[in-house]
């Protein structure tokens, strides 16, 4: 992922050296001062005005609805699209609709500010400096707060934390939750301080299709470039991209996002991705950012995300099914370590730890290659096939042992908080990976093991290798 760190100058600082994922270097759009960017749904032309408002109007009530159910608040407190449906409606210049939506949806993009103790090194003294800036959006406001959602990735390791309000007025922002897993973080801020503004609106990201019209609203490269606008279409749904771990040491999860072609910079993640109503139909999140490509960004779903965000209002944390074993994918293990088994890919058993792996019979050393018959090819894809089941349910493990192939069932434990915070707070860094060699960095189970030298991380804890807006 991309970091963009405040008062230096733009290059990339999440993950260090760029990174080959499936093929293509992914950077996250994180930049200065966590600058994180909009993407706006796209723009349908209509061929009458009279179809186009039924349209319109239907979308709108509909993200009403779905506003409302994402955040509990009443209807008073929840924005209106009315006057931008009408302006849709009526506009048949494709920049008008985009001048709208600006207008509309400014108030709700705030910058959000990570500071960190920084230490001097010729001091050897400790200070509170600005580390990055990224981007957010309000989704729901009652009489005591605003919540806004931005990237995990964004806030971790923040020991203070602020929005930046279109107004330019800075104002101390609280954690209500994040996930690594997911790289979605909710912030929330007193509603006095948000007076005059109503939450933005969160339409069905299962409805947009390629072509249509996506705006983008953010930050990138800074709180001098706050509140850019930019546009461009939907270039594709739901393709398969990596989740990293903040500092971009190692992949956490694979999920899928909407591709775009509007411009996505560093200090846009976080922000949302709009449709020709305004409507919030993903959250920005990384770019491809290898040489000979561009204008490939992507977004988190708003699906995920009312998903998410109703989760981490409730706990403050998502609750993830665990394995329990700590292991890493063979491919990072030295070929002189390998186990005489009869293929080249799946996960290295490194201990076995929770009361129901034991059980199973699983035993360190073993090579997992499938779960219930997925083919799994490293510790990605091995948490990938996991998070899409629930604690307590029973899998079936293909493994080897040396050239034996087995089949056991291990029943699902739920990942440990701590293990979910430790790979959450990894702070952007610059450098490379910041787990250990074989045989040292694990931690405590699956979910909970190799990639953050303590060994409290997730499994393999590797970040996702988009570069972060």
């Known amino acids: 992922m991309d970091f963009y760190p405040d008062n230096q100058n733009p290059r990339r600082k999440r993950g260090g050296a760029l990174k080959q994922m499936a093929g293509v270097t992914l950077a996250a759009v994180f930049g200065s001062a966590l600058t994180a960017g909009v993407l706006s749904q796209a723009w349908k032309p209509a061929p009458a005005a009279a179809s186009t408002t039924a349209q319109a109007a239907a979308t709108t009530q509909s993200a009403v609805s779905s506003n409302a159910a994402l955040a509990s608040a009443p209807a008073s407190a929840v924005?209106?699209?009315?006057?931008?449906?009408?302006?849709?409606?009526?506009?048949?210049?494709?920049?008008?609709?985009?001048?709208?939506?600006f207008k509309r949806v400014e108030p709700d993009v705030v910058a959000v500010v990570n500071y960190q103790n920084v230490s001097n090194f010729f001091t050897q003294q400790t200070s509170l400096q600005e580390y990055g800036v990224g981007s957010g959006v309000l989704f729901k406001k009652d009489s005591n707060y605003g919540y806004f959602v931005t990237n995990n990735h964004v806030v971790a390791g923040a020991n203070k934390l602020e929005i930046v309000l279109y107004s330019g007025v800075h104002v101390k922002a609280t954690l209500v939750g994040a996930d690594p897993y997911t790289d979605l973080a909710v912030i929330k801020v007193p509603a006095k301080d948000l007076s005059g503004i109503t939450p933005a609106q969160f339409a069905n990201s299962n409805n947009i299709q390629p072509g249509q019209l996506a705006v983008a609203i953010g930050t990138p490269?800074?709180?001098?470039?706050?509140?850019?606008v930019t546009s461009g279409i939907v270039s594709g749904t739901s393709r398969v991209m990596p989740v990293e771990t903040p500092n971009g040491s190692s992949v956490l999860d694979y999920q899928d996002a909407i591709q775009t072609d509007a411009a996505i910079n560093?200090?846009?993640?976080?922000?949302?991705?709009?449709?020709?109503?305004?409507?919030?139909?993903?959250?920005?999140?990384?770019?491809?950012?290898?040489?000979?490509?561009?204008?490939m960004g992507f977004a988190i779903p708003s699906d995920e995300v009312k998903t998410v965000v109703q989760q981490l209002m409730l706990t403050g944390h998502m609750t993830h099914p665990a394995l329990g074993i700590t292991a890493y994918s063979l491919s990072d293990l030295p070929q002189q370590y390998w186990p005489n088994i009869p293929v080249n890919?799946?996960?290295?058993?490194?201990?076995?730890?929770?009361?129901?792996?034991k059980a199973s019979g699983l035993k360190a050393g073993d090579v997992i290659v499938a779960v219930n018959g997925q083919t799994v090819q490293g510790e990605a894809s091995l948490r990938t096939a996991i998070f899409a089941l629930k604690p307590g349910t029973t899998v079936k493990l293909t493994v080897y042992r040396d050239k034996k192939k087995l089949t056991l069932s291990v029943k699902l434990g739920t990942l440990?908080?701590?293990?979910?915070?430790?790979?959450?707070?990894?702070?952007?860094?610059?450098?490379?990976?910041?787990?250990?060699?074989f045989g040292s960095g694990f931690g405590n189970g699956f979910g909970g093991g190799y990639g953050s030298g303590s060994g409290s991380g997730a499994i393999g804890n590797s970040g996702t290798t988009l570069s972060g807006s």
Not at 90 to 100: G, K, S
């Open 221 to 228: 490269l800074g709180l001098n470039f706050a509140e850019t």
């Open 266 to 295: 560093p200090g846009n993640s976080g922000g949302p991705l709009l449709n020709y109503l305004g409507q919030v139909v993903g959250i920005n999140s990384s770019k491809i950012v290898q040489t000979g490509t561009q204008s």
């Open 416 to 437: 440990t908080a701590a293990a979910a915070a430790a790979a959450s707070q990894s702070t952007p860094s610059s450098g490379g990976s910041s787990g250990s060699g």
């Open 79 to 101: 924005g209106s699209t009315t006057n931008l449906a009408a302006a849709a409606a009526a506009a048949t210049d494709p920049d008008a609709i985009v001048e709208q939506i």
């Open 345 to 357: 890919y799946g996960v290295y058993v490194y201990s076995v730890d929770s009361a129901g792996a």
